[in-house]
């Protein structure tokens, strides 16, 4: 049965937002779901960022991320063997990654390419679920994600800018954003 693991992560910012490269990872979440859209079992670990490892009062605000829980955090290449080893049960039947919008995977991609961490996500293809859900509600423009909840007569559960509870919330979206994928029945 194929599985489909969404992702999101949580970064280091400031007001105003910083370039992909000068963010680093602080959270990461993870919800893998079957074809019914259910969640079969999830990942989520802190991260500690080693540029800036003091977050801004911009970044702690928005994410409600204490600089305690990133203080007692590993730092990304002892964090991510963890989400490996989790992923690595699942290997062979991930459909795709999803992640909303490309944020994620730039983010992945440049954090395993400035810590040399290879990755089993490496091999699976993406899907950016910001645009297909653009595209099959027929938005002139993406949206962001609590708008899309709305749009599909949802509510956002959970803290919105928490890793774990933006994919869980993205993951409520695949079979509408992916309806060929996820039939019901």
């Known amino acids: 049965m194929p599985y489909w693991l969404v992702i999101d992560l949580e970064a ?5 937002g910083w370039p992909v490269a000068e963010m680093e990872i602080i959270e990461l979440g993870a919800s893998l779901v079957n074809r019914d859209g259910r969640e079969l079992d999830h990942f989520q670990r802190f991260v500690k960022p080693q540029r800036r490892p003091h977050l801004t009062n911009f970044c702690r605000e928005l994410t409600h991320i204490s600089q305690a829980n990133i203080d007692s955090a590993a730092p990304l290449q002892e964090a991510w063997p963890a989400f490996e080893r989790w992923l690595q049960r699942f290997a062979g039947e991930i459909e795709a990654w999803v992640s909303w919008g490309d944020y994620d995977r730039q ?8 810590h040399g961490i290879d990755s089993l996500m490496a091999n699976v293809p993406h899907i950016n679920l910001k645009q297909r859900f653009a595209k099959a509600r027929q938005l002139q423009r993406p949206t962001g994600l609590n708008a899309a909840l709305q749009l599909a007569g949802l509510h956002f559960n959970g803290q919105q800018h928490r890793a774990l509870e933006d994919a869980r919330n993205t993951a409520r ?5 992916l309806p060929d994928l996820f039939k019901s029945g």
């Open 12 to 16: 280091t910012t400031d007001e105003g």
């Open 173 to 177: 979206l695949l079979p509408l954003a």
């Open 107 to 114: 983010q992945l991609l440049l954090a395993w390419q400035q």
